[in-house]
């Protein structure tokens, strides 16, 4: 816990992994050429589809100069095109191309193996308590769920 902050153990828990994930999270970007806020950009270009720039950074949260700088470096890397947006005159759209796809594929299959690697080592008889305590957390946690993480 942080010099200064006190919290109960069970937020303590909490705390303790949600830093392990964003270390699973930090550790499936690692071995790529992008920094994790441009893999942010690149994730929600690939679960949401092509996108205007504006949108797109109003979506991860920063301000659209931002995206037009992160944008023309995964664009000079070849992760993802640069068009016109046909809904706005002057608007740029966004969309990965196929090798930003598969960047996105191999960081994702990165986590998946590293989480499932962890889950197999939870004893067989508490995984059900295990899925339904993390079902409750998800639960619990805002309604919105934008990508605005790591994740």
Same mark, same amino acid.
């Given at each position: 816990?942080?010099?200064?902050?006190? =919290?109960?153990?069970?937020?303590?828990?909490?705390?303790?992994?949600?830093?392990?994930?964003?270390?699973?999270?930090?550790?499936?970007?690692?071995?790529?050429?992008?920094?994790?806020?441009?893999?942010?950009?690149?994730? +929600?270009?690939?679960?949401?589809?092509?996108?205007?720039?504006? =949108?797109?950074?109003?979506?991860?949260?920063?301000?659209?100069?931002?995206?037009?700088?992160?944008?023309?470096?995964?664009?000079?890397?070849?992760? +993802?095109?640069?068009?016109?947006?046909?809904?706005?005159?002057?608007?740029?759209?966004?969309?990965?191309?196929?090798?930003?796809?598969?960047?996105?594929?191999?960081?994702?299959?990165?986590?998946?193996?590293?989480?499932?690697?962890?889950?197999?080592?939870?004893?067989?008889?508490?995984?059900?308590?295990? +899925? =339904?305590?993390?079902?409750?957390?998800?639960?619990?946690?805002?309604?919105?769920?934008?990508?605005?993480?790591?994740?």
């Amino acid at each position: 816990m942080a010099v200064g902050i006190t =919290a109960s153990p069970d937020v303590s828990v909490l705390v303790d992994v949600a830093r392990d994930l964003v270390g699973i999270a930090l550790r499936s970007i690692g071995p790529e050429p992008v920094s994790p806020a441009q893999f942010r950009l690149l994730l +929600l270009l690939s679960e949401d589809g092509p996108m205007a720039s504006a =949108a797109a950074a109003r979506a991860v949260g920063v301000a659209p100069s931002t995206v037009t700088r992160v944008t023309g470096r995964l664009a000079a890397a070849g992760l +993802l095109q640069r068009g016109t947006d046909p809904s706005h005159r002057g608007g740029v759209s966004l969309s990965l191309t196929r090798e930003g796809a598969d960047l996105v594929e191999r960081v994702l299959r990165r986590r998946y193996v590293e989480l499932g690697d962890v889950f197999d080592r939870i004893d067989a008889t508490d995984r059900a308590s295990t +899925l =339904a305590g993390l079902d409750a957390l998800r639960a619990a946690l805002p309604a919105d769920r934008s990508i605005g993480g790591l994740w």
